[in-house]
């Protein structure tokens, strides 16, 4: 009957997450552009009698200096509540550690709106940092989001479901960073710079925390039976992105059905490959809008949106090289070429001198994204549904600890080799991003001794 047809396609369409996951991105894609622009500025009245070049390098230290104490408070807050806000989720209800983390955002970014109008110094930004983390953050937002979309899509296109995800989240920030420069200064004749930008980051996430709160609806499976749902397969609603995919699985995928936990080396070997690539990108994306602003790139805010854009665009690279190489290869394979894609386009990023060449650089980055959504994709494979929260938190809080400390090294690393060779870093990155091939060559080797076993037995 259409009626009860269409009221189960609305609850169906209520249990997507990509609507709270795209406007959040927009507003932060807004917010980090208008962000690192206030601090520029700020800094930039302090010494106008400097030398050009001395005024430039005192500029530098001071951005990197506050991107640092900042960074370290936004990565550490979330410490003290992630765990428990994601284990309330497992435990109470799923939407817990959406909302808290998207409040805090809320309110953060209202104190960033405060700062441009009464003129408030940066530092006020450490405090909207910390009531950030204190919520939650990304750290439990992000954990929350994998945890929603794993329950809500079959074993077999798990990797699929988390890539699309992250799909949506690429394409709302490269729409957000697109727009961000121009926002940042097209209206600053009526307003003081930045106040525009800001305030639609705040509408944005104001969006995002009452569609949580009165729309977002749980999956029936993760309300009721996420055990059973995980055991069977039977995943739940996707997205449209997602339904063009092939019904088979990979042999992988096969292999991930049966009833077989992996070993603990295995699931060791995932969070290593994670964290040591995870250092690789955090490191090198830290001090990007740094090497954007200095000599011989120097640019503009509309040319910083247009940057942090190309980005956003490996979001859609990511997600067609998962849709075809899903139907070939396994999912460690998969890791195995974004880790490539990102180690190659990075040891370019180390020589950018003009333009033309950082953006061939992002464009080797193609497949970039797809290591961390495939590993958590293999780890959600081996849990119960009912720890999908505390296992995908545990991931983000290891990745959080090590970005914090990567972050405030790479900086001081920059700091000090600005004058001698300023892409030392993504020389780094390069090496830390081959080292990370090494745990899932690990876990590539075991899956295919298991693969043979279980033939020899099937034989």
Same mark, same amino acid.
């Not at 009860?4 to 609507?19: N, S, Y």
């Given at each position: ?15 997507? /997450? ?248 295995? /699931? ?158 993504? /020389? ?32």
């Amino acid at each position: 009957e259409p009626a009860p047809a269409a009221m189960l396609g609305t609850a169906a369409m209520r249990t997507w /997450i990509e609507p709270v996951v795209a406007g959040s991105q927009v507003a932060s894609a807004l917010c980090d552009t208008g962000l690192l622009m206030v601090v520029k500025n700020y800094y930039n009245q302090t010494s106008p009698t400097s030398p050009s070049h001395a005024l430039q390098d005192a500029q530098q230290k001071a951005v990197s200096d506050f991107y640092i104490i900042y960074n370290l408070v936004l990565g550490l807050s979330p410490l003290v509540s992630a765990y428990g806000l994601s284990k309330l989720g497992d435990k109470v209800h799923r939407k817990i550690p959406i909302c808290f983390p998207l409040f805090g955002y809320l309110v953060s970014k209202c104190l960033l709106l405060l700062l441009i109008l009464l003129n408030w110094p940066v530092e006020v930004m450490y405090g909207a940092a910390a009531f950030n983390g204190l919520t939650g953050g990304f750290t439990t937002l992000w954990a929350g989001v994998m945890a929603l979309g794993s329950l809500g899509s079959s074993v077999s296109k798990r990797s699929l479901r988390l890539i699309v995800i992250e799909l949506v989240y690429g394409l709302a920030g490269f729409l957000g960073s697109m727009a961000s420069g121009h926002l940042f200064v097209g209206f600053r004749d009526h307003y003081r710079e930045g106040t525009v930008l800001v305030g639609c980051s705040v509408a944005c996430y104001a969006f995002c925390l009452l569609y949580s709160i009165f729309v977002l609806k749980v999956p029936q499976t993760a309300a009721s039976c996420p055990a059973k749902a995980k055991s069977t397969g039977d995943g739940g609603n996707q997205p449209p992105a997602s339904t063009g995919a092939s019904e088979n699985p990979s042999s992988s995928e096969s292999i991930n059905l049966a009833p077989v936990s992996p070993s603990k080396l295995t /699931i060791v070997m995932l969070f290593a490959g994670a964290i040591l690539y995870d250092l690789a990108v955090v490191g090198a994306m830290d001090v990007l809008p740094l090497f954007l602003l200095r000599e011989p790139l120097s640019w503009s805010p509309v040319k910083i949106g247009y940057g942090n854009a190309a980005g956003y665009v490996i979001f859609i690279t990511s997600f067609l090289g998962v849709l075809v190489f899903s139907k070939y290869f396994r999912d460690t394979t998969m890791i195995m070429i974004g880790m490539a894609s990102f180690i190659t386009g990075i040891l370019i990023m180390a020589f950018v001198q003009w333009t033309f060449l950082f953006y061939i650089a992002r464009a080797v980055m193609l497949f970039a994204l797809i290591p961390l959504p495939t590993i958590r994709s293999m780890l959600s494979k081996h849990v119960e549904g009912s720890s999908y929260g505390k296992v995908f938190v545990l991931l983000q809080l290891s990745l959080v600890i090590t970005g914090v400390a990567t972050s405030t090294i790479y900086n001081k690393i920059y700091q000090s080799t600005l004058n001698w060779y300023s892409g030392f870093c993504f /020389i780094l990155s390069f090496l830390f991003g081959c080292l990370s091939l090494l745990p899932l060559s690990i876990v590539a080797l075991r899956q295919r001794s298991t693969t043979g076993s279980l033939q020899i037995l099937t034989d």
